[in-house]
C-alpha cells in the first residue's frame, strides 16, 4: 500500500494540471476537512467562479432591469453565444452548429421531432439494451405519436457476455432491419459501465445502411474526445451538469450537423428565439428559422444558468484539453492498477480496458449491500455512487482529482472489503 502512496505522490507532483484543483470548490466534512470527491459522472463540482458570474448579471438585473437584454457588458440577448466557443472546442463542432438551450430530455425531444421522420416502411428506432431510462421513455413516446407499436417499433441491441454494448450486434441489427430503421439512438459513454463507444465507426455504419444516428453525449461532453462535425454525426445531445461543472439541473446542449441547415422541409417544433435575428423583434407571423442549431431554439435562455456554464468553460479554453485527456486515462489507469491489485477477488472491474473504450469513469462490480458500502465510504470522506444492483461507480475527473485521492478511495475500500 505504501509503495501506491509514493507513486501516486509522485504523480501528483508531475501533473501539469495540479494547478486546476484550486480552482473549484469540494465539499468538507464536519472537521472543514475536504473530502475525496469521485462523483463527477454524475454532479460536477463548483468552479470558484460561479458565484461571481452568477452575482454579476444579479446586479445586471438590479441596475438595468430589463434594459440588460441590450445595456451592460455581455447584454442578456447574445448571452448565450458567449459559451460557443468552449463548446466548439470540446465537440469538435462548428460554431453555427452547437448551443445551449433547454436541458438535455428536452433537446432530445425536439430533435427526434426532426430526425424521427417514419414511414410505412422505415418506421423503428435502435437503442441499445441498456439505454438511460430517459432517451428510453423519450424514443417509446415518440413511437407512440407517430402511431407505433413500441415493442414492434424499438429495436434494442443486446449486450455481449460481459454486459458491454457489442459492435457485431449493432452491426448484425443493423444488417436485419436496415430497410425498416428510421433512426439510431446511441450513448458516447454507456451511463452505467463507463464504456465509451467508437462514435466515428458507429455513425459511418449508420449511414452506411442509410440510417440517420443521434448521440446522448451527457457522459461525453468534457469527458472523452469528440469531433462530431468531421465525424459527420447527424445530431447530438447533452447535459452540462457533470463533467461541465455547471451546476444541478444545468442548462442543456445541442448539435446539429450543419448539412441540415438548409433543409427548409426539415420539421422542427417552433419558438421566436429561433426565428432570423435581423427580425425576431418585429414579431413577424411567418417563422424564417435561423441557418444554424440556434433555429431549434424556442425561447430566450435562462441567464443565470448561462452564467454557471460559462464559469466552468472558461476554465476548459484558457485548458490543454489534450492534456486533461492524457490525465485522465493515467488516473483510470491507476485506479484500475490498485483494484486489480489489491481487491481482485473482491470486485470486477466491468468498464473497458481497452485504450479509446473507456473515459474517466469506472465501474465496479461488488456482491453485497453497495448503498451501504457507499455509506461507509461518506464516512471515510469518499464520494462515490451505485447503481443497483452491485454497482459503484467513480470518475477521477483530470481537471480536479489527483492521483491522491484514488489512492485515498482504493485503500478506504480495501479496509472495508
Known amino acids: 500500500m505504501q509503495n501506491f502512496r509514493q507513486l ?8 501539469p494540471l495540479k494547478n486546476y484543483q484550486a480552482q473549484f470548490l469540494f465539499p468538507k466534512n464536519t472537521k472543514n476537512e475536504k473530502k475525496v470527491y469521485l462523483c463527477g459522472h454524475s454532479l460536477g463540482l463548483q468552479p470558484q ?4 458570474l452568477i452575482k454579476t448579471e444579479l446586479e445586471k438585473w438590479a441596475n438595468y432591469a430589463v434594459e440588460g437584454h441590450f445595456n451592460g457588458e455581455n447584454p442578456w440577448l447574445n448571452y448565450h453565444e458567449i459559451v460557443t466557443p468552449g463548446l466548439v472546442k470540446l465537440t469538435g463542432a462548428l460554431p453555427e452548429e452547437v448551443v445551449a438551450m433547454n436541458s438535455l430530455t428536452t433537446n432530445l425531444h425536439l430533435l427526434l421531432i426532426s430526425f424521427y421522420q417514419p414511414t410505412a416502411k422505415r418506421y423503428k428506432i435502435l437503442i441499445e439494451a441498456g439505454a438511460f431510462p430517459s432517451d428510453r421513455y423519450a424514443v417509446h413516446s415518440h413511437v407512440q405519436l ?5 415493442e414492434e417499433a424499438v429495436i434494442e441491441v443486446s449486450s455481449d457476455a460481459d454486459g458491454l454494448f457489442s459492435i457485431e450486434n449493432f452491426e448484425n441489427a443493423l444488417k436485419q432491419y436496415a430497410n425498416e430503421i428510421a433512426l439510431v439512438l446511441l450513448p458516447g459513454v454507456q451511463y452505467k459501465t463507463g464504456q465509451l463507444l467508437p ?11 442509410q440510417c440517420k444516428i443521434g448521440w446522448d453525449l451527457a457522459h461525453a461532453i468534457g469527458n472523452i474526445y469528440l469531433d462530431l462535425h468531421r465525424w459527420q454525426c447527424d445530431f447530438a445531445v447533452w447535459c452540462h451538469y457533470k463533467y461541465l461543472n455547471a451546476g444541478p439541473g444545468a442548462i442543456g446542449g445541442c448539435f446539429v450537423h450543419e448539412k441540415y441547415f438548409k433543409d427548409i422541409e426539415l420539421p422542427r417544433l417552433a419558438g421566436w428565439w429561433g426565428h432570423e435575428k435581423y427580425s425576431r423583434f418585429e414579431m413577424p407571423q411567418r417563422f424564417v428559422p435561423l441557418k444554424s442549431v440556434e433555429a431549434w431554439q424556442l425561447s430566450n435562455p435562462p441567464i443565470f444558468q448561462l452564467a454557471a456554464l460559462r464559469a466552468s468553460l472558461d476554465i476548459f479554453l484558457n485548458m490543454d484539453f489534450a ?16 483494484l486489480l491489485q489489491l481487491l481482485e477477488n473482491k470486485i470486477r472491474v466491468i468498464t473497458p480496458s481497452l485504450a479509446g473504450q473507456y473515459g474517466a469513469q469506472l465501474s465496479l462490480k461488488i456482491t453485497g449491500d453497495n448503498e451501504t458500502l457507499v455509506k461507509c465510504l461518506n464516512q471515510k470522506n469518499i464520494i462515490c455512487d ?13 481537471i480536479y482529482n489527483s492521483f491522491q485521492d ?5 485503500k478506504a475500500l480495501y479496509e472495508l472489503l
Open 8 to 15: 501516486a505522490g509522485q504523480l501528483d507532483d508531475e501533473d
Open 49 to 52: 467562479n460561479t458565484e461571481k
Open 146 to 150: 407517430h402511431g407505433f407499436n413500441v
Open 199 to 209: 462514435i466515428q465507426q458507429l455513425t459511418q455504419l449508420a449511414h452506411h445502411y
Open 323 to 338: 492534456l486533461s485527456l492524457k490525465k485522465s486515462i493515467k488516473l483510470t489507469e491507476f485506479a484500475r492498477s490498485m
Open 386 to 398: 451505485y447503481r443497483k444492483p452491485d454497482i459503484i461507480r467513480i470518475a477521477a475527473v483530470p
Open 406 to 410: 484514488v489512492y485515498y478511495f482504493v
